[in-house]
Nanobody, 122 residues
Framework: QVQLEESGGGLVQAGGSLRLSCAASGRALGTRSIGWFRQAPGMEREFVAATTWSGGTYYADSVKGRFTISRDNAKATVYLQMNSLKPEDTALYYC????????????????WGQGTQVTVSS
């Protein structure tokens, strides 16, 4: 099994930055991909970014050029650097992974963290 633990959320002014971390344990390195989803109040859950442990990266159009996903294989940790934050980025951000399906191709990965809240004020 894979355990995921997010951290780094908080309150930030529009235009500011935050870095989210997802610490993975268990058989995380055996997953095909790992990444981030978010869900705002009244909105559908949406894909944000994903990476493979070997280095491939994928982004939703809404965050390209502003967010960067990276990983530290030695620490089994995935990061999401969020720059130029907008109020519409406000959401609960989840780390997610799947052993067989690319995260960017599904909104129902097998493993999920508990989420970390990101709030961007105007």
């Amino acid at each position: 099994q894979v355990q995921l633990e997010e951290s780094g959320g908080g309150l930030v002014q529009a235009g500011g930055s935050l870095r989210l971390s997802c610490a993975a344990s268990g058989r995380a390195l055996g997953t095909r991909s790992i990444g981030w989803f978010r869900q705002a109040p009244g909105m559908e859950r949406e894909f944000v970014a994903a990476t493979t442990w070997s280095g491939g990266t994928y982004y939703a159009d809404s965050v390209k050029g502003r967010f960067t996903i990276s990983r530290d294989n030695a620490k089994a940790t995935v990061y999401l650097q969020m720059n130029s934050l907008k109020p519409e980025d406000t959401a609960l951000y989840y780390c997610a992974a799947d052993p067989s399906v690319a995260v960017q191709t599904t909104n129902t990965p097998r493993y999920w963290g508990q989420g970390t809240q990101v709030t961007v004020s105007s």
